[in-house]
């Protein structure tokens, strides 16, 4: 596993009858951002939700190393100020069985999958139905 900070800026911006906010970060954590299997991807969808301000919504968009949301901008509306905030998330090195959700490795030498429901003989090394389990 290996520890990732990312750092994320929350700008925004009025164009003529719309306000547009902007989370920003450096594209290299876009795989681990925009990618489900991974359990930084639920905290950072968490982070933007609550960040979101309380205007007509129009539409998300994603681009590479940002995510833009579209309102609605209401007559006489001050535009929040511009800050950063930081997710830190331990990554794992590679998708195999040893940090997936799903594995069960209690019993040595062998791996139970519960998403396929069946047991395996060995580690998968990069699995598509791969989900990072949280550390608790």
Do not use: W
Request: hydrophobic share 30%.
């Amino acid at each position: 596993m290996k520890t990732i900070q990312v750092m994320i800026s929350e700008r925004f911006y009025i164009r003529g009858e719309k306000l547009f906010q902007h989370f920003s970060y450096d594209k290299k954590f876009d795989k681990f951002l925009k990618d489900k299997r991974f359990s930084i991807y639920e905290d950072f969808e968490v982070k933007i939700k609550q960040k979101s301000i309380n205007l007509h919504f129009i539409q998300r968009r994603e681009e590479q190393g940002k995510v833009v949301f579209e309102y609605d901008l209401i007559k006489g509306y001050i535009k929040p100020k511009n800050n950063y905030f930081t997710i830190f998330q331990e990554i794992p090195t590679t998708l195999n069985c040893e940090f997936c959700k799903y594995a069960d490795l209690s019993k040595r030498g062998f791996i139970y999958c519960n998403y396929k429901q069946r047991p395996l003989s060995y580690k998968i090394k990069n699995c598509s139905f791969f989900r990072q389990k949280r550390k608790k």
